[in-house]
């Protein structure tokens, strides 16, 4: 060390660390642990009455509901306090927290999480979450297809919290004043309604989703697929893209990129610039989540269409169409030191006076099958009726323990069509069933 | 200093050093606190990388249970030679054709990197030329070439990703509807657009700091000589600032390299045409492959390392800028060639006064 050029040596390495190894130091974090091979994490060995103080983890709480909620819960149950543990409120981004928490042996003490309906088959797979026994866990009057969603070879490890499926927006405005009664149930029916109101008011485009290459363009693709009668597994988990069934539905979505039905910048749209555009009056149908409702029906000027919409079922090829499901759902991780105030608090938390004050407070969609039919809440939230149907008929994204790869797969096949429409569907699909095989195996 | 100090030292490495002030062990002590920081948060974990890179994961469940069995195995160099194998590795259709994912990411990092660093090494000389006028609101000028240095990146990657929106000011201004967000060679040009904004005012700062250094009287000499402006700039103003700008151009070539949050900000992952090896290895790691992740970083290193390497020898990029080192180095190579000369049997003291000589005659035909 006493050499100047050693010193000069080591500076060197130092000044070219910073510059080049800030994504390998990253990379390392969750590298250096090694995982202990999943043991299954069934429901033996778990002791349902042992309770003390937990913590709940989930995405960023932009409605300010969850905090106050809480404290109801620990001004009740002094001796079982539960800590709200807020992520980012980007979902890759919590995915891997809890991903980190889980190779580290549970240090960042998570015990109840906010699980993405997607992550469900990979979070059980390698034993992160603990099953939970039905006779604790009792899911009659939820959603069946919120359900099933929290299922992994037909067991339970998750318990439904919040749901989510796709309505399709329509302008009642313009569809009224072209002389029609009721909104498209085909895509067929949508487009001859569009070019019926395009040909008295140019420059607008018929529909929009989301395009952009990301998690949406997956739901979007999904109900093109599932909506022309096709799926991308069958019952046994088997891939099933390359069907007539499923071309059809593609190919519907490749032909109204092509004539200029969905615009060509709608490839470039996510949820939040789908929204400007038909908050813009540039758009007579869009594909939208339910979140869309009210800031659509704001009257402070940042919506041109307020009180000129309603909400339908998604069309398909020859009748209503698919929604993709989503929604988020409660589960242990292995590592919880108090399972039987996690079951409390999960129970609790899902139960439906909650999820109706959730919903009232933060407008998310409940699992709760009754509440759609509270006279209170569709007075407040008049699309609820149709979200149900919505929700009731939706189809779950594929359950793959890969399922990063399983989207990106997916997104790939459809991005190329989105951006060429006139790319051979039939080859495009063999393409991703191919993949999809070697995901899934 | 004290004689007990004299005395520990070995007198032969003593003299090997002359220009050492008998002062290392207390300059090693100094350092050692950072030397041990730079330890932790740099070296271990460039080594724990390199360690992971020759492990992987399989992560395939079992078709009864839907259960992973995870077992981590050491493949040695595996996850490396999968990347570059069209036969094992995912193959994406970017700008370039169809390729292996990887080698895709290679060349968009290498494409970037050459256009970015030469427009904003063009545009950083001529701000810092700029700024290094005399007038009146020179200091307003100034603030405003620095002003997109200091914004963070990932902030100028959600502004520039407005600007590029379908219905976003660069299409208003150009009067086209070019997607400019979708994946393509436009996303491409939005990129570089984005990253030549953004720091082509640290090349104008460091090349300003060049500037500043030359002497006027040098300037004064060639207008009586009467060069003209040009003759001025490529003979002068370059050649001086020289030093500097080699610096910041290989500043900016490492870090154009590792480019993740303009690619990541404006246009999202997973986009093959702006697809980097940062963005690649994010991309692996989320999806918890550590040793293939582990392996792209180790691979984006080497070639950072390389490309820093050759900076440093053949432009002779002064990094460290130690003038006690540089002596050091400067006597080292005296003493060679005086043994060299002493094996040939010729007196060592002509040849290295001919060096000299031949050194100096060759400046002042210059």
Not at chain 1, 116 to 135: K, R, S, Y
Not at chain 1, 323 to 349: E, V, Y
Request: hydrophobic letters at 45%; glycine letters at 8%.
């Amino acid at each position: 060390m006493s050499r100047p050029e050693l010193t000069r040596r080591s500076l060197l390495i130092g000044t070219l660390g910073v510059a080049a190894a800030g994504a390998l130091s990253a990379c390392s974090s969750g590298g250096g642990a090694t995982t202990p091979a999943a043991t299954g994490g069934g429901a033996a060995g778990i002791d349902w009455t042992k309770k003390g103080p937990i913590t709940y983890v989930q995405g960023k709480d932009t409605s300010g509901y969850v905090q106050p909620t809480i404290d109801k819960w620990n001004k009740d149950h002094p001796n079982e306090k539960v800590t709200l543990i807020e992520l980012s409120d980007k979902a890759d981004e919590q995915q891997q927290k809890m991903i980190d928490n889980f190779n580290t042996n549970g240090s960042a003490g998570y015990d109840v999480l906010s699980v993405d309906v997607v992550w469900t088959a990979q979070f059980a797979a390698n034993g992160m979450i603990v099953e939970l026994p039905a006779a604790q866990f009792p899911t009659t009057g939820y959603l069946k297809p919120a359900v099933d969603a929290c299922t992994y070879f037909n067991k339970l490890y998750c318990f439904p919290s919040t749901s989510d499926g796709a309505m399709l927006y329509y302008r009642k405005d313009l569809l009224d004043a072209a002389g029609v009664t009721a909104p498209p149930k085909t895509w067929d029916e949508m487009i001859t309604i569009g070019r019926k109101i395009q040909a008295t008011n140019p420059g607008i485009n018929i529909m929009g989703g989301q395009f952009q290459k990301y998690e949406g363009l997956t739901c979007n693709f999904a109900e093109w697929l599932n909506g022309g009668g096709g799926e991308f597994l069958d019952a046994n988990g088997k891939p099933t893209v390359n069907t007539d069934a499923a071309a059809k539905g593609v190919q519907a979505m490749a032909d109204a990129f092509k004539d200029g039905v969905i615009p060509a910048e709608a490839s470039t749209w996510s949820e939040e610039p789908s929204r400007q555009a038909f908050q813009d009056g540039k758009l007579i149908f869009l594909r939208q989540w339910p979140y869309v409702y009210s800031l659509a029906q704001k009257t402070d000027g940042s919506s041109k269409v307020n009180g000129k919409f309603a909400v339908a079922l998604l069309p398909g090829a020859t009748g209503t169409g698919v929604s993709t499901l989503g929604g988020h759902n409660m589960a242990i991780t292995k590592t919880a030191k108090n399972p039987g105030t996690c079951k409390d608090f999960i129970l609790w938390w899902c139960g439906p006076q909650m999820q109706k004050e959730n919903l009232l407070a933060s407008s998310q969609a409940p699992t709760y099958e009754a509440l759609y039919a509270d006279p209170e809440l569709v007075a407040k939230f008049p699309y609820l009726p149709v979200l149900k149907e919505s929700i009731a008929t939706a189809k779950a994204r594929p359950k793959a323990v890969r399922y990063s790869d399983v989207t990106l797969a997916i997104q790939d096949t459809a991005y190329g069509i989105v951006k060429t429409p006139t790319t051979d569907v039939k080859a495009a699909l063999a393409g991703l069933q191919t993949k999809l095989e070697t995901l899934t195996k | 200093m004290s004689t007990i100090t004299q005395a520990a030292a070995p007198p032969a490495k003593r003299k090997k050093n002359a220009l050492s002030d008998g002062q290392g062990q207390l300059a090693a002590l100094l350092l050692s606190p950072t030397m041990l920081v730079l330890g932790v948060v740099v070296i271990i974990p460039v080594f724990l990388s390199i360690r992971e890179s020759l492990f992987f994961k399989s992560d395939a469940p079992d078709p009864n249970t839907g259960m992973v069995v995870s077992s981590e195995q050491f493949v040695g160099l595996g996850n490396y030679l999968n990347a570059f194998n069209s036969a094992t590795a995912d193959t994406v259709a970017g700008v370039w054709g169809t390729m292996p994912r990887l080698t895709n990411a290679f060349l968009n990092n290498m494409w970037f990197t050459v256009v970015c660093v030469a427009l904003e090494t063009v545009l950083g000389v001529a701000m810092a030329l700029i700024m290094a006028k005399a007038f009146r609101g020179q200091g307003i000028v100034r603030a405003a070439i620095l002003v997109p240095w200091a914004i963070p990146t990932i902030v100028s990657a959600m502004m520039w990703k407005l600007i590029f929106d379908a219905d976003g000011v660069a299409n208003k201004i150009i009067g086209t509807k070019i997607l400019w967000l979708q994946d393509n060679a436009w996303s491409q040009l939005a990129i570089i657009i984005a990253d030549v904004w953004k720091t082509a005012p640290f090349i104008g700062l460091m090349a300003l700091a060049g500037l500043q250094t030359i002497d006027t009287q040098v300037y004064e000499a060639a207008k009586v000589d009467g060069a003209s402006a040009w003759r001025q700039f490529t003979q002068i103003t370059l050649p001086l600032m020289k030093p500097a700008l080699v610096v910041a151009v290989l500043f900016r070539t490492l870090s154009t390299m590792a480019i993740f949050e303009l690619p990541y900000g404006m246009m999202g992952l997973n986009k093959y045409s702006v697809d980097t090896l940062s963005t690649f290895a994010f991309v692996e790691a989320r999806a918890t492959r550590y040793g293939p992740a582990a392996a792209y970083s180790v691979l984006l290193f080497l070639l950072v390392a390389v490309v820093a390497f050759l900076f440093i020898k053949l432009l002779g990029a002064d990094v460290i800028g130690d003038e006690e080192v540089k002596a050091v180095a400067a006597q080292k190579k005296r003493r060679r060639l005086a043994a060299k000369a002493a094996a040939h049997g010729q007196p060592a003291a002509s040849v290295g006064g001919g060096g000299v000589i031949t050194t100096t005659s060759g400046e002042g035909q210059q």
